[in-house]
């Protein structure tokens, strides 16, 4: 028998309530960060810390990402291999539309699937059908360490240190992608067809539209799509350049 999945589902407006009363909570629980997180990077190769660099965490003795990260999509296969999920609704549509997926968070704002204390012995539930947001995240990277400053675990830098490392992430280039996703309603399709009795049948279809926003908040209208047509998560395209979020559209809708 297969085991049973626990899903939540809830709309989006509320959905961002909760995250919104969470982050506060966490905010007064932890150190505001000494390097601009959004120029920080989470792939070790892309250090700019390049002293910190060989410093390589024990995950098991940290968890400290799995606790800041407030919302952690999944895809749909992804899905598949997780005992619990919250699905993200469109707001004010008369039927249930699932426009994102996420890991469940536990009332204190750390992943659900998170196990021991932080700082100490911890470990990861689903670690090995972790999704990839949480697998591409490097032990060891820029925003590692800087995460284990902000919750105490790893001493504060220098102010000079903090300055050098602040002219370098601002020094280097940095690419244009997409850092939020709204899936909105923009109206319906509607459809007659007649059946091989003759009987005519009327039918309709909820239509909806991506938005991307870049990292510069440069919104663009990038796909609009028929619901139960074609499957979208607001996660899907994010971190992808507009070239990249394009072609996945391409060919997943298989233009």
């Not at 059908?129 to 790893?154: K, N, Q, T, V, W």
């Amino acid at each position: 028998m297969a085991e049973l999945v626990q899903i939540e589902r809830i709309r989006k407006r509320d959905f961002n309530s909760r995250i919104l009363e969470m982050d506060a909570g966490k905010k007064k629980a932890i150190l505001p960060p000494q390097l601009p997180l959004e120029l920080l990077s989470k792939k070790l190769e892309e250090s700019v810390t390049i002293e910190l660099a060989h410093q390589i965490p024990d995950c098991t003795s940290c968890g400290v990402c799995c606790a800041f990260a407030l919302i952690v999509p999944i895809t749909y296969s992804e899905s598949e291999s997780v005992p619990a999920y919250v699905d993200i609704l469109l707001d004010d549509a008369d039927e249930e539309i699932v426009i994102d997926r996420v890991l469940p968070r536990a009332e204190n704002g750390r992943c659900a699937n998170l196990e021991g204390e932080l700082g100490g012995p911890i470990g990861c539930r689903i670690y090995n059908d972790r999704p990839s947001l949480c697998h591409d995240f490097d032990a060891g990277s820029d925003r590692c360490h800087e995460y284990r400053r902000m919750y105490g675990i790893e001493g504060q830098l220098s102010e000079e240190e903090a300055k050098v490392f602040r002219e370098k992430l601002l020094s280097r280039p940095h690419p244009m992608v997409i850092e939020d996703v709204s899936i909105v309603s923009s109206g319906h399709v509607e459809r007659m067809s007649i059946s091989a009795e003759g009987e005519a049948e009327q039918t309709f279809g909820e239509l909806l539209t991506i938005w991307c926003f870049l990292n510069d908040e440069t919104p663009i209208e990038i796909h609009t799509f028929e619901y139960g047509k074609e499957k979208w998560f607001e996660g899907d395209l994010l971190g992808l350049t507009m070239d990249e979020a394009r072609k996945r559209i391409e060919e997943q809708a298989g233009w």
